[in-house]
């Protein structure tokens, strides 16, 4: 997979492209404080990205449309249910703040934008 991947890129965005892709992990750390894990969910690359702050441990992605999918009933297209309810309680256990990708609310808790 890891190679059928490195291919399209290289034919994507050209050769000298593949130098500069970076194939994450399941929990692996990008940079000191900046983590990443496997939420599945919405497709088969969504990911969770998580980091400290002075507010405590943020967490975002795309496994979440909305803040409902976190709250309440999910919402949004996924590919699997399972994976979200998962992913779901993992960010309700361990995140002290969660940002959807795709929802307008974010600019409304934090006006600004500015979280932490």
């Known amino acids: ?66 803040y409902g999918n976190i709250d309440g009933h999910p919402l949004g297209i996924a590919e699997s249910i399972l994976e979200g309810e998962a992913a779901y309680r993992r960010i309700r256990r361990e995140a002290k703040i969660f940002l959807p990708l795709y929802d307008p609310e974010v600019l409304d808790r934090y006006p600004g934008g500015r979280v932490a």
Do not use: N
């Open 1 to 66: 997979m890891r190679l059928a991947c490195a291919v399209a890129v290289g034919v994507l965005f050209g050769a000298e492209a593949r130098s500069r892709v970076r194939f994450l992990k399941d929990e692996e750390e990008i940079c000191p404080g900046i983590h990443a894990w496997w939420a599945g969910t919405h497709h088969r690359s969504s990911m969770v990205y998580s980091f400290e702050t002075d507010a405590g441990l943020v967490m975002t992605g795309d496994c979440a449309m909305k």
